[in-house]
């Protein structure tokens, strides 16, 4: 496996994984809009919410980044150098 | 405010272009009880919800339902992704494709625009509710209809997923209308509007 193939491989994981994260971020989110005072879904939500910055920031030195505002390079600007979501190959790796 | 995140919340992944899909898919964007009526629904009411978490459980699945919305429309952009003439011209995704070649446009499997009627604001929690709960089972019925004619399992996928949110809001809105009735008055024996005749403060 070459260089580019071995990133587009990692970013198609990372991918994969953040989605997951995020889709348990949104449930737990609106589970606790109906039950603020729960506990146990306030402790999940946190776990997650770590697990969820680790990644972005793996995703974003992988990929490229997922808001504007993490576009980071000085002399380009990345945010509009990856494909967009809707395109399949941004789905494929 | 919002911002916007470069992801699909479910990723979409369609290899095979298939007119006659993106022919009824279409209606889950702008049709009656498609993903743009969910978000604007929900979004707009919010302003005269009378207590703050139900306004922030209609803020969050507005949001949820904009990145629904950005989910359909990649479906309708990989299906119609390198058709052929030919195909389109011998599918009912010929009409569509006279007016809006292979852009996402949102409307009807009918071709019908998107109409501001497919969703309501009637700025009374008890009413606003009862719509979005009826509004999320109309939402999941029609993906059901879309998997029965979905014949490409890429396509199934994503609508399985987007069916199973329905059921998820459905059920939040229930908690969401339950927690409102809890804080009606005691002798308000029946569901109804605890702002028409006085307004009530803020919790």
């Given at each position: ?13 990372l ?41 972005a920031k793996q995703y974003e030195a992988t990929v490229g ?29 | ?203």
């Amino acid at each position: 496996m070459d260089m580019m193939n071995k990133n587009a491989a990692n970013g198609a994981r990372l991918l994969d994984e953040l989605q997951k994260v995020d889709f348990c971020l949104v449930e737990t989110n609106l589970y606790l809009d109906a039950y603020p005072s729960c506990a146990e879904a306030l402790a999940f939500y946190r776990t997650l919410k770590e697990k969820r910055q680790q990644l972005a920031k793996q995703y974003e030195a992988t990929v490229g980044p997922l808001t504007a505002t993490a576009s980071e390079n000085a002399v380009s600007w990345d945010w509009i150098k990856t494909p967009w979501p809707w395109e399949l190959v941004a789905n494929m790796g | 405010m919002w911002i916007y995140e470069k992801k699909l919340q479910y990723p979409v992944r369609i290899k095979n272009p298939n007119a006659r899909l993106a022919h009824i898919i279409v209606s889950q964007l702008g049709g009656p009880d498609g993903e743009l009526g969910a978000s604007m629904r929900y979004l707009n009411q919010r302003y005269a919800m009378p207590y703050r978490d139900v306004a922030g459980m209609l803020t969050d699945v507005g949001t949820e339902e904009l990145a629904h919305l950005e989910i359909v429309a990649a479906i309708l952009h990989q299906l119609t992704a390198n058709l052929s003439e030919e195909e389109i011209a011998k599918s009912p995704f010929a009409a569509y494709f006279t007016d809006h070649t292979t852009g996402v446009y949102p409307a009807g499997a009918d071709g019908t625009p998107f109409n501001a009627r497919a969703f309501a604001v009637k700025g009374d929690v008890i009413t606003d509710l009862s719509e979005d709960l009826a509004a999320e089972q109309k939402a999941r019925t029609t993906y059901e209809n879309l998997i029965r004619l979905s014949d490409d399992p890429d396509v199934t996928e994503p609508l399985r997923y987007l069916r199973a949110r329905e059921i998820v809001h459905f059920q939040r809105f229930g908690d969401a209308l339950t927690r409102t009735q809890e804080r009606l008055d005691s002798r308000n024996f029946y569901a109804f509007n605890p702002v028409y005749d006085k307004i009530q403060p803020r919790e």
